[in-house]
């Protein structure tokens, strides 16, 4: 549990720092075809399909290749 707990610590501190020192990286996030936008009046709903659906593709590709 240690672990687990220690390696998601590491995770989001990188994720942090990329956020905040690069924010480039992370700019293709949500503009991907497929991702839902809308904005009317005074709202604004955003639905990234197409994003998630490449996170979740990378990480379980990344969860596999470290447990081999």
């Known amino acids: ?3 687990w707990l220690i390696i998601a610590g590491i ?3 990188a994720t942090g ?3 905040h020192f ?3 990286l992370i700019s293709w996030f949500g503009k991907l075809p497929g991702d839902i936008r809308i904005e009317t009046g ?3 709903i955003f639905i990234p399909v197409v994003s998630m659906i490449l996170l979740s593709i990378i ?3 990344l969860i596999n ?3 081999r």
């Open 1 to 3: 549990m240690a672990r």
């Open 42 to 44: 005074h709202s604004k």
């Open 59 to 61: 990480i379980t590709v």
């Open 17 to 19: 720092l990329v956020f």
């Open 11 to 13: 995770i989001l501190t």
């Open 22 to 24: 690069a924010p480039w």
């Open 65 to 67: 290749l470290f447990r």
